[in-house]
């Protein structure tokens, strides 16, 4: 499966932005998708993370009850919803992907090198 972020940009602190991940070639019927981010200078971090089977969720200490994320019924769509944004929520956003049986969800979020095929990421820059 093919990857594709979209809904970066700038925001204020205190705003919201939705982020996209759109599923080309298949869909993520069967993946896990999880959002990452990396800041200038410092390690891939995981963000969320979401199994297609279930729609269980998973979200990194640092954005637990800011963030959501969702799929459409359709599971070609991945969706990042981010609310009361920090100046250090500033980071090129990846989606990734990666067949869900072959994790164990909840001991993923924090390894994205488990993850095959990732998105070309987007840029969110939160200025205060």
């Known amino acids: 499966v093919q990857l594709v972020e979209s809904g970066g940009g700038l925001v204020q602190a205190g705003g919201s932005l939705r982020l996209s991940c759109a599923a080309s070639g298949s869909t993520f019927d069967g993946y896990a998708i999880g959002w990452f981010r990396q800041a200038p200078g410092k390690e891939r971090e995981g963000v969320s993370l979401i199994g297609s089977a279930h729609g269980s969720t998973y979200y990194g200490d640092s954005v637990k009850g800011r963030f959501t994320t969702s799929m459409n019924n359709a599971k070609n769509m991945v969706y990042l919803q981010m609310e009361s944004l920090k100046p250090e929520d500033t980071a090129v956003y990846y989606c990734?992907?990666?067949?869900?049986?072959?994790?164990?969800?909840?001991?993923?979020?924090?390894?994205?090198?488990?993850?095959?095929?990732w998105g070309q990421g987007t840029q969110v820059i939160v200025f205060s």
């Open positions: 990734a992907a990666e067949v869900e049986e072959y994790l164990w969800l909840p001991g993923t979020l924090n390894l994205p090198r488990l993850f095959g095929s």
